[in-house]
């Protein structure tokens, strides 16, 4: 398999440069998911990954795969919770690489969404993310792939929706800088985002105008402000529902257009 590479310049590059991003391509807490799968080990190099089945189906089974990627200073345990569901999926939950230097937990990739170089480093990062779908995709059988983000995890999935490789991305409390302009969708990728309005870590406004650029680049989808903070304490009960209706096997019917939902 070849090792999907990218790099992307931050600011008045990343709009070319996002073309080139398409052709690309603590202890206690873990220890109280679920056990992983027996018999069907799951191996992504330079990833700490967790798999989990939910829906009562058997693991060999095709199934949709979801991602689901965790925010600064979190881990493999930070969305459990929220992502406890009753339609059948492959949930694998992707550990970032590097340790939180100021404390407990792991991040993807080092830069703060307002440093200079924080859009060619979360270019690489989401690399790293297609080559772990790759990876998975080539031991398990996969249906659809989708992608769960949060915070850092929902910058990335921002990011992956203008690949073109996911059917579903649900970036939550994530956004993209304001110059960034997304590729023309090539109509696979439904996009549901979810943010806070009391987030005082990274504004509403952010994510809306980050949705706003994906509508205009002719993206599917909605976008949903609910009252809650950054925090998954706060949020975290409004991903539940989103996760399932993606994943619900029932044909969707009426509209995909576009949407802005909430105040």
Do not use: C
């Not at 590059?13 to 799951?42: E, F, K, S, W, Y």
């Not at 949060?150 to 203008?162: D, E, K």
């Amino acid at each position: 398999m070849k090792r999907t590479t990218i790099a992307l310049a931050a600011g008045a590059t990343v709009a070319g440069a996002a073309l080139g991003l398409r052709a690309l391509m603590r202890r206690q807490a873990i220890a109280a998911l679920p056990i992983p799968t027996p018999n069907l080990a799951l191996s992504v190099p330079g990833f700490a990954v967790l798999e989990r089945i939910t829906g009562g189906i058997d693991p060999a089974q095709p199934m949709p795969l979801v991602l689901v990627l965790h925010g600064i200073g979190g881990d493999m345990a930070q969305l459990d919770r929220y992502t406890r569901i009753k339609v059948p999926a492959r949930l694998v939950y992707v550990r970032g690489p590097l340790s939180n230097p100021r404390g407990a937990g792991y991040s993807y990739f080092g830069a703060r969404f307002n440093s200079a170089n924080f859009m060619a480093e979360l270019a690489a990062a989401a690399a790293e993310i297609v080559h772990v779908a790759d990876t998975v995709a080539s031991q398990r059988a996969v249906t659809r792939t989708l992608v769960l983000g949060y915070s850092q995890g929902g910058h990335i999935a921002w990011l992956l929706a203008g690949t073109g490789r996911f059917d579903v991305v649900i970036p939550v409390s994530g956004a993209l800088v304001a110059t960034y302009q997304p590729p023309p969708s090539t109509g696979r990728t439904t996009i549901h985002a979810l943010h806070g309005e009391d987030d005082r870590t990274l504004p509403v406004t952010a994510s809306a105008a980050t949705f706003q650029a994906f509508t205009a680049a002719g993206y599917r989808g909605d976008y949903k402000r609910v009252r809650a903070g950054h925090s998954p304490t706060t949020i975290g009960s409004h991903i539940t529902p989103i996760l399932s209706a993606s994943l619900d096997p029932k044909p969707v019917r009426g509209s995909l257009a576009p949407q802005i939902r909430g105040r």
